[in-house]
């Protein structure tokens, strides 16, 4: 086991040099002069020179590289260009915003993907199953923008022309400053995330359950040993059997989780919700390298641990994928 | 009551019992089962239609007598140079340009169906390739590809896949690779999956001890038992791939202006849903209509022939 995750955790950072190092190549071939855009219009040439000397921008590529390598290990991501911030600070800033996000929408998307997922497997081909398979399916199959359009449009400007001033168009309240308030500005964008997220899970729910997988599951040898062992019906079918049926639920989660704790950039950008994904925008459309890198690199650290903590979350809630 | 001869009666049995007794493939099957499902049927209605319409475009074009991009600041916009709603001229109003909406969205189709399907068939072929050749490869081969597939599976793919295009520029050839290159690594897993189990069949070992190549064993023996999850798993990243583009387009990074696509217009009336409810509706039944058509179909062909596939692409690009 602790080779395993060795392995895994090495493999981690190889991924985890190789997208930042991407990311690094791509801002050099890309036709780009931030000193310029720091500076301004009217800039003269040797403002823009001291900007670039400032920024570091005028020594040789591998040398920018060495340095950004040697800074990193020192677990310092730099400064952002424009605000002078540190990298660091700006990325704490916006994490609680979209960890809010994620986690409140995941909870949403699993309550009803699961919930309808199970319902369609109890009564295959009826009309529950058929009809949520429909309405899940149009959530998945419009684009993130327009489900959140769709709501800021029926739910905020509607209601707002009709008197009714529920639900603000954006915007967020910190968690501890006034947790209704932060409930109320997260209504919508968990909304939007679990229409278009939904239909993943009861879609997996409802083939994980429906008779033949389960009766599948249940011929298993370890099911007879469970049984063999004396162990009441119920305990087998809902400790031993659901729990591996259910398996790829875990990991689905794990992974999606692990792509939005990186930033919800259209949600963010849609709703107006200072998190990390709204500050990749923001830095890609600055040409903000050291924030670029940042937000990249807490994006890919994110996927790489769900990884790491699906494949060890699959080895606990199913024995027989457990590695030597 | 008509009286036969015996010899005619014998030959209609004859003719008759071997059909009784035919056997049925498994594809004869699938598609009775799809036959038979009517949601499947719609579905692919709907997209024999909007294919049509895409096909139908510059037909249609003429015979409104609007071009795609022709802007019409006279009759196509209110004097406050707000769009005019739906009305003889303009079948389904126009957009803020004073342009017809009715033949941008059919134009609109094509780009979309394009995007879609090109970045699908790219995928599915890389992710074939790569997913065969590491599951039957097997050893060194195997790790390093499936170990790229991982690693291009961790990437936080909307934000690198913005880097792209701001770097590159965006153009339709950008999106449609930007698309398919996060996309094949799906398929790869799934294939090379079913291939690691499928190299073990006693039929492999069957055409190997005949004198077959890796070619021949892998796209002759393995390929046609994988078409099955591999043609489900590209009828579902069709419409993700459609609603990729939209979300470049959202972001101002998809098919550059004057083009007319779906997502593209979406983003252009964003500003005016307040007083032009036509301009996001169309657009957007149009993209939905397509979208869930394709999804319904997935899943119906997913039922009909049952393979154990795993999740395509589609709902990371939140």
Request: aromatic fraction near 8%; proline fraction near 6%; charged fraction near 15%.
């Amino acid at each position: 086991m602790a080779r395993f995750l060795a392995r895994r955790l090495l493999f981690g950072l190889l991924v985890l040099w190789i997208v930042s190092g991407a990311v690094f190549v791509l801002f050099f071939v890309a036709p780009h002069d931030p000193a310029r855009l720091i500076a301004g219009k009217l800039a003269t040439p040797q403002t823009i020179a001291l900007v670039n000397h400032r920024l570091g921008l005028d020594r040789p590529l591998p040398e920018q590289y060495a340095s950004f390598i040697w800074r990193l290990l020192h677990g310092d991501l730099g400064y952002s260009y424009y605000s002078n911030a540190p990298v660091s600070q700006l990325l704490a800033s916006r994490l609680p915003v979209t960890v809010s996000l994620a986690l409140g929408g995941a909870v949403l998307w699993l309550a009803v993907g699961i919930g309808v997922g199970v319902a369609a497997a109890r009564r295959p081909r009826s009309l529950v199953d058929r009809g949520g398979a429909v309405l899940m399916l149009a959530g998945l199959s419009m684009p993130t923008f327009l489900v959140g359009l769709l709501l800021i449009y029926f739910l905020f400007f509607r209601l707002h022309l009709a008197g009714i001033t529920w639900f603000p168009p954006g915007g967020y309240v910190p968690l501890a400053q006034d947790p209704s308030g932060w409930a109320q500005h997260l209504l919508l964008p968990w909304v939007t995330l679990a229409a278009v997220t939904a239909a993943t899970y009861s879609r997996l729910t409802r083939r994980r359950l429906t008779r033949s997988s389960m009766l599948e599951v249940l011929g298993e040898d370890y099911i007879r040993t469970a049984r063999s062992k004396g162990l009441s019906e119920d305990r087998v079918v809902y400790r031993h059997g659901l729990r591996s049926a259910l398996t790829p639920v875990v990991t689905l989660l794990g992974i999606d989780l692990g792509t939005l704790l990186g930033g919800v950039i259209v949600t963010e950008q849609v709703f107006g919700l200072p998190g990390l994904g709204q500050l990749a925008w923001q830095s890609v459309t600055t040409q903000d390298l050291p924030v670029i890198i940042g937000t990249v690199l807490v994006a890919s650290t994110f996927i790489v641990v769900a990884n790491l903590l699906v494949d060890l979350g699959y080895a606990l809630l199913d024995p027989r994928v457990r590695p030597s | 009551m008509t009286v036969t001869a015996p010899g005619q009666a014998a030959a209609d049995a004859a003719a008759a019992r071997p059909e009784a007794i035919q056997g049925r493939g498994p594809w004869r099957l699938a598609w009775e089962r799809l036959h038979r499902d009517p949601v499947a049927i719609a579905s692919a209605v709907t997209l024999v239609v909007i294919a049509v319409a895409a096909v139908a475009a510059p037909a249609v074009a003429h015979a409104v007598g609007h071009g795609p991009d022709d802007q019409y600041p006279t009759i196509g916009l209110t004097p406050a140079g707000l769009p005019v709603g739906p009305s003889r001229t303009f079948l389904l109003g126009t957009d803020n340009l004073g342009r017809d909406l009715l033949v941008r969205i059919l134009y609109g189709a094509r780009i979309s169906l394009m995007v879609g399907v090109v970045a699908t068939v790219l995928a599915t072929v890389a992710g074939v390739v790569v997913g065969l050749a590491a599951g039957y490869l097997g050893g060194p081969a195997d790790l390093v590809l499936s170990r790229f597939m991982d690693m291009v599976l961790s990437f936080p793919y909307l934000l690198l896949a913005i880097a792209l295009v701001s770097v590159f520029g965006s153009s339709l050839t950008i999106s449609m690779l930007v698309i398919a290159f996060f996309s094949w690594a799906a398929i790869g897993r799934v294939v090379r999956g079913q291939a690691l189990s499928i190299r073990e069949k006693e039929y492999v070992e069957a055409s190997w001890s005949v004198g077959s190549g890796a070619m021949r064993v892998m796209f002759v023996d393995i390929l046609p038992n994988l078409l099955a999850p591999v043609l489900v798993l590209a009828t579902l990243l069709v419409p993700a791939a459609i609603v990729f583009e939209a979300t470049l387009s959202f972001l101002g990074l998809g098919v550059p202006p004057p083009t007319p696509t779906w997502g593209g217009m979406l983003s252009d009336s964003l500003a005016f849903y307040q007083v032009a409810w036509w301009f996001p509706l169309f657009p957007g039944l149009a993209l939905l209509a397509t979208t869930l058509a394709f999804n319904l179909l997935g899943d119906g062909v997913r039922d009909a022939l049952d393979p154990t596939a795993g999740r395509a692409g589609g709902g990371g690009d939140r």
